[in-house]
Nanobody
């Protein structure tokens, strides 16, 4: 089992920045690909960003490319999502997810999920 706990969400104005953190406990963190997804009210959960176990590969949704950066620190068992130039459309609950070995952009590929952290961007 892998336990994930997101933090760092909050209420900010458009144009501001936030950094989400997701420490993991349980199994060997460095074996897991990590990802961030988000879900806005009334919408499906959507992919935001993913990173491979060694950080050699990253993927981003087109809507966040150039504004968000995913990173991980395997020594701290933590994955981060740096969010810059936040827009009202980024308002959602953000979830951290993990799966063994291979990076993916589809939610059903991920076995482990955190409880989510709310990000609200006001205009």
């Amino acid at each position: 089992q892998v336990q994930l706990v997101e933090s760092g969400g909050g209420l900010v104005q458009a144009g501001a920045s936030l950094r989400l953190s997701c420490p993991a406990s349980g199994r060997t963190f460095s074996r897991f690909a990590m990802a961030w997804f988000r879900q806005a009210p009334g919408k499906d959960r959507e992919f935001v960003a993913a990173i491979s176990p060694s950080s050699s590969i990253t993927r981003y949704a087109n809507s966040v490319k150039g504004r968000f950066t995913i990173a991980r620190d395997n020594a701290k068992n933590t994955v981060y999502l740096q969010m810059n130039s936040l827009q009202v459309e980024d308002t959602a609950v953000y979830y951290c997810a993990a799966r063994e070995n291979f990076i993916g952009m589809i939610a059903t590929l991920y076995n482990y999920w955190g409880q989510g952290t709310q990000v609200t961007v006001s205009s």
